[in-house]
RNA sequence: GGUCCCGUAGCUCAGCUGGAUAGAGCAACAGCCUUCUAAGCUGUGGGUCGCGCGUUCGAAUCGCGCCGGGAUCACCA
């Protein structure tokens, strides 16, 4: 990298220049802003106590020693103390030359460390996929790229939550009012028909309240004493007996859901090497907690609940297993890190979860270790924000939800009839048609989420649809395709069999040179996305690649370009832009089309 | 109340390991298709970077204090 060999030069020319020792860390190397000329810039106000000299004249000094001594520099110049220098032409040719059609150009290769498993997606079993889950999805299998172009081993592992209260609901519920419906029978998503159930429990169960309460009892009396409720509790009851007709209810209605949601899966594109189940976790969990306390790491209350005391960290003490021995979800959490942990060893586990259980994750790491358990401080909790809607935070109760096939399915169809209205899909066969309203549909709803930090709430609108214009997946995509259109003409012309011979010796205009400095940028940009875990990174970036590249195309042409080194140079140039704008949607799991 | 996160253009978001006049897109307005795909390109207008104080040669960026919004603190998940 050549930000690296600037700053080690520039640490001998102060060196040399003024006979003082200097860190890099004091040296400020960046990128020249845009309006002025030049491509990095080192900043030399922090030098001025080893020069005492005036800004301007100790920018001059290193400027001269600099281009003195390395051959990439061609020249400089000094404003208001800023020293901006310019990199040869030939630097950026050669880098272009090296680096174009490799096929691992921007990725690491693979290290020889242990794997690093990735648990995303984590769905309940008693309601379909919402938006939130959708980013959630998205954010792990971006992830996952973006880590494997770093070099590590990625298991990817899904962690479903088919136990527990809320299936209970669904499942008395489809008990008292579903008269044996089925998926098939209804002609709806298993997945679906369950979350109808869970709306309907939670709908009688919410009329029971009120006449609990209009009979004077508190709310909070009220939902403990309904009628569904402990009916619902002896089902979890039932079902941890392992009584016959429960669990037999039990494994149909999450198979239906399980249907459901690899449908949903498969739509989105995303898949698993694992999948863990609290059902079978929560066991190990209990195992774990009972050994924590025969070696007097957790503490036992007189009621028989167990917890952990962590009050001397600051916080509170947290309940592990209830006191008739049921377990919460902090005890299968537990569970699940250690079977990770013994069927992986991987060097770290990282959790794809939202910001709500910020505290939930601190409190298990903090209690794994209390548990002795070393890999508990490579625990990463990739901590996302809420998608929230105009009207706030998408509440499944109160069907403020935006449900995740639906979303999709209106995707495809505007993506559809917004082709269908450009006239693009005039020629394609059916087929090809169906497959590219899938590419844009996916490749705006993904790069919409994906783009946003993933640190952040981001609000999303039902009544604006998401765009195809401006900064957008479609506009990446179609800047692609555009690439592909031009590269097939190029094929044919005859002229592209000499691009690889091309010696590239020529000089570069400021939109070639603007584009090359980005694709420059590739391999860093994958690198951070990587150590910050931000696919956000990546789409920022390969949006700005393709506005980039937009400029050049719109005023630089490439096939009708007569002068032979020239024409190489623009049409390795388009080729190479090509493949890290793919490279780059790859890594956010979106595809790319050859004609749109 | 304790802890944590957020507050940048009318809207959605970048920029935040301190650096030069704070950037995109959408929306509005004005241009560009006998030239490689106009889902594109160019231009105009639009900002007390929530407020105040401090650190610094230099603060949207760091620190402290307010104001506003959110999350969380369950024998829920």
Redesign the pocket.
Known sequence: MIEQKLLEKACTAIHQLYEQKVSQDLI?L?K??R??I?DY?L?V??LLKLSHKSPEATAQEIGNYLSQSMPEIAEFNV??G?L?LILSDKFWLDFLKKNAGKSQFGFRKLRPDRPVVLEFSSP?TNKPLHLGHIRNNLLGHSLSEILKANGFKVIKVNLV?DR???ICKSMLAYQKWGNNETPFAAGIKGDHLIGKYYVLFNKHFRDEIHSLMEKGLTEEEAEKQAPLIIEAQEILRKWEARDNGTVDLWRKMNGWVYDGFNKTYQNLGISFDKIYY?SNTYLMGKELIMEGLEREMLIK?E?G?IWADLRNEGL?EK?LL???GTS??MTQDIGTAQLRYDDFRPSSMIYVVG??????FDVLQRILKKLGKEYASHIYHLSYG?VELPQ??MKSREGTVVDADDLMDEMFKT?ES??RE?G?ADELPEEESRQLFRT?GLGALKYFIL???P?????FDPKESI??????G??IQ?TF??I???LR?AMSSGYAKERVQGSLHTSLLPLEKETIKKLYLFPEIVKQAGVEMSP??IA?YV?DLA?GF??F????????EENKEKFVLRLTLVSFTGEVIQKSMNLLGIDVPP??
């Open positions: 400020g960046e020249t802003k309006e002025i030049g810039t900043v106000f922090p404003i208001k800023f901006n309940n939550n527990g209260i809320h609290e209350k009621d609940s509170d309940l209830r006191s008739d919460v979800y910001n709500e259980q910020n505290y939930h809420m706030g935070k993506a917004t082709t450009l693009k844009i783009k946003v930090d640190k952040k709430n981001m609000l765009d195809f214009n401006g900064n957008t479609p506009f179609y395709a555009r592909q259109s031009l003409k956000a990174i920022n949006y506005k937009n400029q195309y719109q005023e630089i042409p490439v096939l009708k004609k749109m």
